[in-house]
């Protein structure tokens, strides 16, 4: 009930372009309650998919919602070969491998690797993020 409690709070004060991201666990609770929320699609970071079933994944199926799953090449659960055939219920799913990432995503290059990805789901205009920052005259 929290992710619905979460949805309904940015709903209920008209936050735009509004998407479940979840990373290991997290992505559990986007695939199991995000596919019926008024959400535009959930970006997925390291999926396990221990408690997430097929019938989870199925009801995405059925809602106009992109589902982005981030898979690092050395992730600890779910590798890219394994998360083609554990996704591959969803008609729509969009898998981006990450070389060289492991399930926490430590390190810069992991981490800006993964911003930008965020990035280019929901807010494409701002891709590449900016490495350093400037201060205005």
């Known amino acids: 009930y929290d992710v619905e409690a979460a949805v309904r709070f940015a709903v209920a004060r008209n936050l735009p372009n509004l998407w479940l991201l ?3 666990f997290g992505t559990e609770l986007a695939l199991k309650y995000g596919a019926d929320l ?3 699609g959930a970006i997925l970071l390291s999926p396990p998919l ?3 079933n097929q019938s989870d994944l199925e009801r995405w199926n059925h809602v106009d919602k992109r589902v982005v799953g981030l898979i ?3 992730d600890d659960y779910l590798t890219p070969p394994e998360a083609v055939t554990a996704f591959a ?3 729509k799913f969009e898998q981006v491998d990450v070389a060289e990432a492991k399930h926490l995503w430590v390190g810069e290059e992991a981490t800006s690797r993964v ?3 965020i990035c280019k789901v929901v807010a494409p205009q701002v891709v ?3 490495t350093h920052y400037e201060m205005p005259n």
Do not use: K, V
């Open 38 to 40: 008024p959400i535009r």
């Open 89 to 91: 219920i969803l008609r």
């Open 22 to 24: 979840g990373w290991s």
């Open 115 to 117: 911003l930008n990805e």
């Open 50 to 52: 221990h408690r997430a």
């Open 72 to 74: 690092p090449e050395f």
């Open 128 to 130: 590449p993020l900016p």
